[in-house]
């Protein structure tokens, strides 16, 4: 496994692979839903290579920034028995240098969810991706499906500057009470680790009310909002029943929507999604 | 010479291209300005690729999208006797499909001159010089000096988004007279086209006044703004002495600077600069 820190050393390394490359673009602090991504890259390519980088551009003022989990030497340790090829974790200047100033938006689909919640977090999303899609130029990039709109909207991304990549989309793995892991799971403590499966707990209510034949947008959403503001560690953010191409909340759910929710627990805001799909 | 007309047949034709390959961004309705950079491009490379879009992104509302010139045929030939190996002539769909919102903005460097003048205008080309950087993979991209704002934020733009690419600037060719060759130019009367040599009559003025000694930027914009208003044919857009790196109008000038201006004539917004260095 090659392990590289400034772009020189990687392009050097990225055009010595000939053959197919799959790319899992990651804020490092790796768990298992990580590590699915890279076996799902490891079977479909001949190279996978794995980005290591918090973000700074996605978090916004007051965000979790400084104290986004760490843990580079348990990273490349799991990324060298999952058989990575390469990983890149670049400095934060090797990303955005001095006078930095070039930005890459995806318009409507940011303005929801998580871009609403978020100012300016979709944005930094989109930048880095765009950046790192040059950098590594994949033929495959691995997402996890917990990270809904993120995934829709490099979905657009892709197909609006058309970079010649495959989005390949993979489920969310989850702790075996249903809470999907996440790097910031770590910061809950054990009471807060308890109430944080009020995510899933909030969105199989609603599944079992959509499979149940309810199709009312508002009364799905009051189901989360109830079952949210029965956990007394729980603040909600927002909870959502939006069409599943625009991101737009709605008032009669169609074949397939996408129903998400945001929490915070402690200092924790985490995320969650299922999609609601009359099969 | 191969043309081509959408992206799959452009990725194709690259993709069997083994060799540096030299990239000139064109909206057409070539002239001798755009065939030099055709030139230096294939002095300096094994292929040579032009791209021939008038790109509406760049256009804002009320202004010349419709008029802009167009000679597709003209434009062929002219590429095949300066042996161009690639041409790329995309329609508007196949570069900004369906539902497209994805954005590209270098801020500050676009936020003056033409980007002043033409909100939205810099933002388009950045978002197309980005889809075509990603599209061909040039080693380099030819860019001519009469664009100079241009220049400066496409070079920003691939240092930010850290393209592998060279950015190489070749020298404003002139008619006889002076003016600079746009494919604007076809669109003057011969009185318009008279009046149009203002431009280079404002700038050498300034360049005048800069080589006896004159430093002060208010001053040099009034050198320009004088010459401009003694032309009754033209309407002065803006007159600009700006820093070389940050666009931003000089009080007092230093080693290098960037002496600009864009005049309005008829219908036609004509631009043009000199660079005022101390040799």
Chains 1, 2 share one sequence.
């Not at 009310?209 to 009364?219: L, N, Q, Y």
């Not at 129903?259 to 999604?273: E, P, T, Y």
Request: glycine residues 6%.
């Amino acid at each position: 496994m090659k392990i590289v820190f400034n772009l020189r050393e990687l392009r050097r390394e990225r055009s010595a692979l000939s053959g197919t490359l799959g790319l899992v673009p990651t804020m490092g602090c790796l768990h298992i839903g990580h590590l699915s991504l890279v076996q799902a890259a490891r079977e479909q390519n001949d190279y996978v290579a794995v980005s290591v980088y918090v973000n700074p551009l996605q978090f916004g003022m007051g965000e979790d920034l400084d104290d986004y989990p760490r843990d580079p030497d348990g990273d490349l340790e799991k990324l060298e028995s999952e058989g990575v090829d390469l990983v890149w974790m670049p400095e934060k200047t090797e990303i955005y240098p001095d006078g930095y100033q070039t930005y890459v938006t995806v318009e409507q689909l940011s303005s929801r969810l998580e871009g609403e919640r978020r100012p300016g977090h979709m944005r930094g999303v989109t930048t880095v991706v765009t950046k790192l899609l040059i950098a590594f130029t994949p033929d495959r990039v691995y997402l996890g499906e917990k990270d809904a709109q993120q995934i829709h909207v490099i979905q657009r991304l892709v197909a609006d500057l058309q970079f010649a990549v495959e989005v390949v989309v993979c489920p969310t793995v989850r702790d075996l009470d249903g809470l999907a892991l996440s790097s910031r799971n770590a910061k809950l403590n054990p009471d807060q680790r308890n109430a944080a499966t009020v995510l899933y707990r909030a969105l199989t209510a609603a599944r079992s009310a959509f499979m149940d034949g309810e199709r009312s947008g508002s009364r799905l959403r009051a189901v989360m909002t109830e079952i949210v503001a029965a956990e007394p560690l729980a603040e909600p953010l927002y909870v959502s029943v939006a069409d599943i191409e625009t991101l737009q909340e709605l008032k009669r759910l169609p074949e397939k929507s996408l129903c998400s929710l945001a929490v915070r627990i402690g200092k924790v805001a985490l995320i969650d999604n299922v999609v609601l799909e009359i099969t």
